[in-house]
């Protein structure tokens, strides 16, 4: 298993939400945020974060915990995540395109049709997580988990797959290379499927 950095939050008070300050540092609860451009969170923690449809390109998101929130259709193009947690959160449709995520954690979160593409992943943990007609299309991937997902549908175009592990994840109907599948590890029902989808004929 990858072992990820968890959060560095320490005697954080809990303030006030200005959205005109450039950081945001402190505890929050049941927050509506709307609005917010070139944001630095900072030590933060989110309880029942309301955060939908919103742009944070070029986002920094540093020793940041997110329970229970709801991100759907937000973006995080370009920005860099470093030592976050997404716990229970609903992130459907969430765009972290061209993103930089390290020691990145993804519990029990609805996550389908999210985009990871042109992203670089490290030390990334995907847990329990609906991923269903996801992108990671030329991602770089380097000490990533996926453990107990659901990845139907799912697209890993010119990504390379060297040293993932999928053996407990759905898989059906996921788009990869043939060139790029060297490495992977899956199961013995699911290399049947993966092998009808590259074009193999078994008898």
């Known amino acids: 298993m990858v072992k990820i950095i968890n959060p560095k939050v320490f005697d954080l008070e809990i303030k006030k939400l200005d959205l005109k300050e450039e ?32 742009k944070l390109n070029k986002a920094s998101v540093l020793d940041t915990t997110i329970n229970n929130s709801n991100l759907t259709n937000s973006s995080f193009n370009d920005s860099a995540i470093h030592r976050v947690i997404f716990n229970e959160c609903n992130l459907v449709g969430i765009d972290f395109s061209g993103s930089s995520l390290s020691n990145v954690e993804f519990k029990n979160c609805k996550m389908t049709y999210s985009n990871f593409s042109f992203a670089k992943l490290k030390n990334v943990r995907f847990i329990n997580s609906e991923l269903e007609k996801s992108s990671f299309n030329e991602t770089s991937f380097k000490d990533i988990d996926f453990d107990e997902c659901n990845l ?43 092998a009808l989808l590259l074009g193999i004929k078994i008898k």
């Open 23 to 54: 950081k945001i540092t402190g505890i929050f609860n049941n927050e509506i945020i709307i609005n917010i451009k070139n944001i630095e969170l900072d030590e933060c923690i989110f309880n029942n974060l309301t955060m939908s449809d919103q």
């Open 152 to 194: 139907n549908e799912s697209e890993f175009i010119d990504t390379n797959l060297n040293k993932l592990d999928l053996s407990n994840c759905k898989i059906e109907g996921i788009i990869v290379n043939p060139n790029n599948v060297r490495g992977l590890t899956v199961n013995m029902y699911q290399a049947v499927d993966l």
